[in-house]
């Protein structure tokens, strides 16, 4: 069974750093298509990035040259890090796998919350 | 990479259909056949219903049927039930490594 759990969230200062994680089981990162997703309070969903199974990745342009995407194929893990962080990243931010452009397994979420 | 539009409310009695509307452009919706759509239950992740346009993922009811016109997809839902009180998002791939949600959709039974 795919499984995805995402930590890391949690209350960080306007310009400040975070790295989130996503422990995946039941299958391995580097075989799925990845994204980032996130959801403001009260609002809806924004897709942030793509990760191929080569590990070239995508982004939105409101986080490009603030979020980086990476893997550690040992841990099975994705990691989003977050520079620059602004009032209006604060989110819950999901991990996703990609199946043929549809986003098929989802994680339960954590929650960003950037103020000061 | 702008959100595709939905209506932000939708309602129905128990065993009435409704349907709701994603538009977007000939960039995204318009250009592939690539709409998904997912359910959101308050406190919960989305939950894929729908995926490219029209096909269901094993366990999503035949209730919940997806098709497409030119740059608008729609979802319907057919003998609605408490249960399906919910939001849902459509999403687009949008070409040049991007995708796309729409804004959200409140389904109220009545």
């Known amino acids: 069974e795919v499984q995805l759990v995402e930590s890391g969230g949690g209350l960080v200062q306007p310009g400040g750093s975070l790295r989130l994680s996503c422990a995946a089981s039941g299958f391995t990162v580097s075989t799925y298509y990845m994204s980032w997703v996130r959801q403001a309070p009260g609002k809806g969903l924004q897709w942030l990035s793509l990760?191929?199974?080569?590990?070239?990745?995508y982004y939105v342009d409101s986080v490009k040259g603030r979020f980086t995407v990476s893997r550690d194929l040992s841990k099975n893990t994705l990691y989003l890090q977050m520079h620059s962080l602004r009032v209006e990243d604060t989110a819950v931010y999901y991990c996703v796998t990609i199946r043929g452009w549809h986003f098929d397994n989802w994680g339960q979420g954590t929650l960003v919350t950037v103020s000061s | 990479q702008s959100a595709l539009t939905q209506p932000p409310s939708a309602s129905g009695s128990p065993g009435q259909s409704v349907t709701i509307s994603c538009t977007g452009t000939s960039s995204d919706i318009g250009g592939y056949n690539y709409v998904s759509w997912y359910q959101q239950h308050p406190g919960k992740a989305p939950k894929l219903m729908i995926y490219e346009v029209s096909q269901r993922p094993s366990g999503v009811p035949d209730r919940f049927s997806g098709s497409k016109s030119g740059n608008t997809a729609s979802l319907t839902v057919s003998g609605l039930q408490a249960d399906d009180e919910a939001d849902y998002y459509c999403?687009?791939?949008?070409?040049?490594?991007?995708?796309?949600f729409g804004t959200g959709t409140k389904v109220t039974v009545l």
């Open positions: 990760t191929y199974t080569g590990g070239n990745t």
């Open positions: 999403s687009s791939y949008a070409g040049s490594n991007n995708c796309v």
